[in-house]
């Protein structure tokens, strides 16, 4: 069975940066891309960018291109969104998701205030 | 980049109703188009892709059609259930989601 888990709710001052981690079982995400995908409070779903775990290449949408950076450690299965410079904008639930979006992560809660 | 227009925004059915769901394309996506259903407080599950494919456990109510820039998910007769929120995702250029649909019993 695949699963993917995230790391837990972070809280995040303005200007700071959080680390987020989505452990993949069942599956080596060496065989897919593993994306990430926002929620602000009671909007709908927003693509951030998908990362290929087996060469490391990335794609951003635009609006978070300065945003966030995709990573990835296939020794462990994880793959990892970094969120710079926080604003209260980027107050959300963070999911990941494997390749055709087939399996996703729990979703975790980034709350960013000071 | 593409936009998806997802329509309506909010749709209120009976039990037993066929309840039809609309995402429109800025351009041609030539059939790569997924629905999900995303449940309050769940993580979205995939419930068709490629226009018409029904993803494996997704019961066979749930259908979707569609070409070009217009496609539709229709749930033939809604169930209790099926209370939630839908999204459509193309994938034709990147990836960019319609911008939901809740939909609720009356």
């Known amino acids: 069975e695949v699963q993917l888990q995230q790391s837990g709710a972070e809280l995040g001052k303005p200007g700071t940066s959080v680390k987020l981690s989505c452990k993949v079982s069942g599956y080596n995400i060496r065989n897919t891309y593993m994306h990430w995908v926002n929620q602000r409070p009671g909007k709908g779903l927003e693509w951030i960018g998908r990362i290929d775990p087996a060469n490391g290449n990335t794609i951003y949408a635009e609006k978070f291109k300065s945003k966030a950076t995709l990573t990835a450690d296939t020794s462990s299965n994880t793959a990892y969104m970094q969120l710079s410079q926080l604003k209260s904008d980027d107050t959300a639930i963070y999911f990941c998701?494997?390749?055709?979006?087939?399996?996703w992560g729990q979703g975790v809660m980034v709350t960013v205030s000071s | 980049d593409i936009q998806m227009t997802q329509s309506p925004s909010f749709l209120s059915a009976s039990v037993g109703d066929r309840v039809t769901i609309n995402c429109k394309a800025s351009q041609n996506i030539n059939k790569y188009l997924d629905w999900y259903q995303q449940k309050h407080g769940e993580a979205p599950k995939l419930l068709i892709y490629?226009?018409?494919n029904l993803q494996t456990g997704i019961p066979s109510r749930f259908s979707g059609s569609g070409s070009g820039t217009d496609y539709t998910l229709t749930i033939s007769s809604l169930q209790p259930e099926d209370v939630a929120t839908y999204f459509c995702l193309q994938h034709s250029s990147r990836w960019t989601f319609g911008g939901g649909t809740k939909l609720e019993l009356k």
């Open positions: 490629n226009t018409n």
């Open positions: 998701a494997t390749g055709y979006f087939d399996y």
